[in-house]
């Protein structure tokens, strides 16, 4: 088992800059990427912001590309999301999330709770 916590999120002004952490733990191997999704209202469908693979592969949301930047600690088995630039259309509940191989139930996606980021106007 996997579990997922993140840290970060918040409240900001138009125009301002925040970073949010996950911090993976439990059986941490055979990982194919990690990333980050958020849910931007109640009912939506949850989207991509941004993953990156192990071999060092990102791919981001065409709507953050230029103002987010993922990265990965290895060491510390976490994922960072810098956001930058934020606009009110990224409030959102934002989730981390990891995808790995497992021999009894092929790839698998773990997600952690959420966490708030509003952008005040």
């Known amino acids: 088992q996997v579990q997922l916590v993140e840290s970060g999120g918040g409240l900001v002004e138009s125009g301002g800059s925040l970073r949010l952490s996950c911090a993976a733990s439990g059986s941490i191997n055979s990982i194919n990427e990690m990333g980050w999704y958020r849910r931007q209202a109640p009912g939506k469908q949850r989207e991509l912001v941004a993953?990156?693979?192990?071999?060092?592969?990102?791919n981001y949301a065409d709507s953050v590309k230029g103002r987010f930047t993922i990265s990965r600690d290895n060491a510390k088995n976490t994922v960072d999301l810098q956001m930058i630039s934020l606009q009110p259309e990224d409030t959102a509940v934002y989730y981390c999330?990891?995808?790995?191989?497992?021999?009894?139930?092929?790839?698998?996606?773990?997600w952690g709770q959420g966490t708030q980021v509003t952008v005040s106007s």
């Open positions: 999330y990891l995808n790995r191989w497992e021999r009894s139930r092929g790839w698998v996606d773990y």
């Open positions: 993953t990156l693979t192990s071999g060092g592969s990102t």
